[in-house]
């Protein structure tokens, strides 16, 4: 039996006094699953993206990223774990002294090999997918929600993923606006064995054959809950 792609277990971060999420957090995701997650608060949304990629401290349970315990693991190798995720930012998540070319290629460029042209095609073709004209050339302050939104999910896609962190779109005009072409992606990566979490404020963006199979949960500080 393999590894799961992601199990959180009871997880409770060493600062939850200071922390949206006080935990304890259970989460397990294995190949071709996906988690749709109500997530009405933005601070939520996102501290449970850095737990899904194992980045805080933890006072008490473990973090799992395909079979490794993320805690225990040597930085370098840890990284790596980390360069199998694709994370779709929320808007104010983009560094905003960068281009968006730059900040949609970095993780890959620090994680990968590949040469930089290959790179930047893909994420133009992906860009384009999700209707923009491809990587916009401008930094993060000069584009709409809803184009961080489109430039999130191009990025999230970037390199073949294996786990897919969706904190963008959240909001529930961006979400309802991608939701064709993110629900159609999704649907062709989970069959390719990619497991999946999307943060929403929508639960209108999840309609749809493709997602019906998904597990809903609903986010708040003390942890996942159905939904």
């Not at 277990?9 to 006094?17: F, G, H, N």
């Not at 200071?18 to 995701?29: D, K, T």
């Not at 095609?121 to 939104?149: C, M, Q, V, W, Y």
């Not at 999307?198 to 159905?226: F, I, N, Q």
């Amino acid at each position: 039996m393999s590894a799961p792609v992601l199990d959180i277990a009871d997880a409770v971060p060493a600062e939850a006094e200071e922390s949206a999420l006080v935990g304890p957090i259970r989460l397990h995701l294995d190949a071709g699953e996906l988690a749709l997650v109500e997530a009405p608060d933005a601070d939520q949304a996102r501290a449970l993206i850095g737990l899904c990629a194992g980045l805080p401290a933890l006072r008490s349970g473990r973090v799992t990223l395909f079979g490794e315990t993320i805690a225990t693991l040597p930085r370098r190798q840890a990284e790596a774990l980390r360069g199998r995720i694709g994370i779709a930012p929320a808007a104010d998540g983009w560094l905003p002294h960068l281009d968006m070319e730059l900040g949609m290629l970095l993780a890959c460029r620090h994680h990968g090999t590949r040469p930089a042209e290959e790179l930047r095609a893909e994420a133009a073709a992906l860009a384009r997918d999700f209707g923009l004209d491809g990587i916009p050339d401008a930094t993060p302050h000069e584009l709409s929600r809803l184009d961080l939104a489109r430039a999130g999910c191009a990025r999230a896609f970037l390199q073949h993923p294996a786990l897919l962190l969706l904190e963008s779109p959240r909001d529930a005009e961006s979400a309802e606006a991608l939701a064709e072409p993110l629900r159609r992606k999704l649907q062709r990566a989970l069959g390719e064995g990619v497991a999946a979490i999307w943060l929403s404020r929508s639960r209108l963006a999840w309609d749809g054959p493709a997602l019906r199979g998904a597990r809903r949960l609903c986010l708040s500080a003390e942890g996942l809950a159905p939904a």
